[in-house]
């Protein structure tokens, strides 16, 4: 188990690097982003009661994790649903939050292997979340944003892509072969997403900053 703490104190740290640059220019965040780095700041809590949970007492915490991955779709369906052009698409984001409390719900209470639940609910949403990033970058390149590269949403979505990638095929192949080679891939994925994430704050704090510095327009 103690190969494992570099690689989690690496992810850790990755964590925080959004977070920290999510203070540091927090009043010039956009609402949205905002959100994003309170679920942030939610996810490196889970992770430490969690950590401290299984190596201190040997106590898996599998509600824990169950209700943050119910709270981190909710926060990024209802957070990409602000950056859709079509009412339509807007809409299925918003209403895939209520589907996805109600089956969470529901078959939480009634399953008895509450680490297989976990396991089929996370890659239920890590599905979603591939859909709900891959169309808002399609979105993206088909409309009229400039450079793209500048785009604080192609680095978030971007960001959320790979983690949700990363986390299908760590599902997948965790339950077929449990190894280190699997789990430290995983990690290795998540860390470049922060990496993303923090580049998306980046530009996100830039934009508002160069909104917030050009000169007003008088009328004579």
Known sequence: MSSYYPFYYAMLISTLIPI?????????????????WGLLVISVLV???????????????????FFYI??????????FSFWQDKRLIKNMFRYSMIFIVLIGTLRFSSINNAGNFESFFASLTSVLFVIISAYTLFALQLGDFGSI????????????????????????????HRSTTVWIANVIVNIISYFLYGTGFIFNI???????????????
């Open 20 to 36: 920290i640059i999510g203070i540091i220019g927090f009043r010039r965040l956009g609402p949205e982003l905002k959100i994003l």
């Open 149 to 176: 590269y500048k785009n604080f949403r192609f680095w978030i979505s971007a960001g959320l892509l790979l983690y949700a990638a990363g986390s299908i095929g760590f599902l997948a192949f965790i339950n077929i």
């Open 70 to 79: 119910l709270i981190e779709y909710c926060v990024y369906a209802f957070v």
């Open 47 to 65: 992770d430490l009661y969690t950590f401290r949970r299984s190596t201190v007492y040997g106590v898996n915490s599998q509600s824990a994790h």
């Open 206 to 220: 830039r934009e508002k900053a160069r909104n917030t510095a050009l000169p007003s327009k008088n009328i004579a």
